[in-house]
């Protein structure tokens, strides 16, 4: 009551309100814009009256109760919640606060598109409140991830351009000098709502190692010493500022972050020069972000951690190393994918280090991987990395070419659905700016191994051998991106601990291309 009572009496009631559709919709972000509306209404109306002096002091317990077993019942009109029936077996107040800690996971790519100006003004004349408030509700839930202070003042400067230049005697002009004089705030909105989606859905240890994944692939001749305090100082703003309330933190942060970053890799790369060389350093990190990866470069083979090392005391880092070494040998490997190898080779740690025989444990795990991932990873890199060279039309008849190479008359469904979910993917996930947690749905298990025949020798073959037309572009079991053997879970796979052997494409991101 009291940090609501003060957020009321200090913005007033308009601003309360403003505050309360954005925060609302973030939280919410997959509600529709009436179900916002209920729940908005009901939360201003609670603090206006339960908020004003000489209220009753039950007023607001009473009224949040009310507002909770309104929020349980059968025709509740708020936005829905899987987690909501958990917190409806509650009473009192915890069922209150677990409905206000109830969040709906973001939305994979942001589904506000900006009408054009005439099309604004024609909105906005027609009803200011309503343009306004759906305004409010379509941008936060679409940039739910960017800070609150971000999103508040993203949002009013947007409002305040629209009523400025829609009155204006000279409208076109108004809008491109306000636009100009947002971009700033534009870029920072957008690249903050990234950053956090990643912090969010990854944590800071696996956030720090997908900055330092990401710089490795853009810049591979840079060396593990010079990119992990980078990376670290990335995952540390993001920790400090996601959440943080504070008007200029993610700002302030984020530009004392690019300027470290600029000042270190400018004079190792033309391509980091090229992007720091402005004065407005959001539009610097704004291109590094969008920078493309680096052209593969030949390099010598990575020297793999030791048994011992990977069970000393800092084996977590000697890991990391290792998936450093290997980001920066396949520029193109898709983030999704190297943030499963973080998960895996965290589990694969844990299991033989604390194991009766570690040595014996990583020897046959070794194996495993010399057979199974390095040449998946080839192949998820030659995937992405044609996506990024051809046309998207030219990638397709390439795709669908290779894919029917196997078998000389293949079906055409199984064709067709092999060749839309590995394009599905490669258009949502090869991508620098991929959504995490779309992207880490798709790069999931593959199927079980059938049963292990027989050789003429009587022993059991070591992998899962491919069915006829099992492997296609890259090689390739139709449930996804895996190659032969990396999708099945024979005991001992390298990635059995995990459940993520490979990348599992099944459908749904078509219509993000």
């Known amino acids: 009551r009291e940090k609501v009572c003060q957020e009321y009496k200090i913005l007033g009631k308009e601003n309360f309100r403003t505050l309360t559709i954005i925060d609302t919709s973030r939280k919410y972000s997959n509600g529709t814009f009436q179900e916002i509306g209920h729940l908005v209404r009901e939360i201003v109306s609670l603090a206006e009256t339960c908020c004003a002096d000489g209220a009753d002091p039950s007023c607001y317990d009473a009224g949040s109760t009310a507002l909770s077993e309104k929020s349980c019942g059968a025709d509740s009109p708020f936005p829905a919640h899987p987690g909501a029936a958990q917190c409806c077996s509650q009473q009192g107040l915890e069922r209150k606060l677990c409905l206000a800690a109830l969040r709906h996971p973001p939305q994979p790519l942001p589904r506000f598109l900006q009408p054009s100006d005439r099309e604004l ?205 290997l980001a920066r040998r396949h520029p193109n490997l898709p983030e999704a994918v190297l943030a499963k190898l973080y998960d895996s080779s965290g589990k694969l740690r844990r299991e033989c280090c604390s194991s009766k025989d570690p040595s014996a444990c990583w020897d046959i795990k070794r194996q495993r991987i010399a057979e199974e991932l390095f040449p998946f990873l080839a192949k998820a890199d030659q995937l992405c990395g044609q996506y990024h060279k051809l046309p998207f039309l030219e990638f397709k008849k390439r795709l669908r ?89 024979p005991q001992g796979s390298f990635l059995q601990g995990s459940r993520t052997s490979g990348v599992g494409t099944r459908g749904g991101a078509r219509e993000h291309r």
């Open 121 to 325: 003004c024609h909105a906005f004349r027609q009803e200011p409140r309503e343009f306004a408030d759906r305004f409010l509700y379509e941008y936060a839930s679409s940039y739910s991830q960017a800070p609150l202070p971000v999103l508040l003042a993203s949002t009013t400067t947007f409002l305040s351009m629209v009523s400025t230049c829609c009155i204006s005697p000279a409208p076109t002009a108004c809008f491109l000098k306000e636009k100009l004089e947002r971009k700033t705030l534009s870029l920072l909105t957008l690249t903050s709502n990234r950053i956090c989606s990643r912090f969010s859905a990854y944590g800071k240890d696996k956030a720090s190692f997908s900055s330092l994944a990401s710089l490795a692939q853009k810049i591979p001749t840079a060396s593990f010493e010079e990119l992990l305090p980078l990376a670290e100082d990335a995952a540390e703003v993001a920790s400090q500022c996601c959440d943080s309330m504070a008007e200029d933190c993610m700002q302030k942060k984020l530009l004392e972050h690019t300027a470290r970053v600029c000042s270190a890799l400018s004079a190792r790369d033309r391509r980091f020069a090229a992007c720091c060389q402005g004065k407005n350093l959001m539009e610097n990190h704004f291109c590094i972000l969008a920078m493309p990866p680096a052209p593969a470069t030949r390099l010598p083979e990575p020297l793999e951690p030791t048994n011992k090392e990977l069970c000393a005391k800092e084996g977590a880092l000697h890991a990391t190393r290792f998936l450093f070494e």
């Open 401 to 489: 070419d290779s894919l029917a190479q196997p078998e000389p008359e293949p079906s055409p469904a199984p064709l067709e659905q092999l060749l839309e979910q590995r394009a599905s993917f490669a258009s949502s996930c090869c991508l620098p700016d991929a959504p995490p947690l779309l992207c880490t749905s798709k790069v999931g298990p593959g199927p079980s191994c059938p049963p292990r025949r027989r050789t003429r020798s009587g022993a059991a073959p070591r992998l899962c051998p491919p069915s006829p037309g099992q492997l296609g572009a890259g090689g390739a079991v139709p449930g996804g991106l895996l190659p032969a053997g990396i999708g099945c879970r």
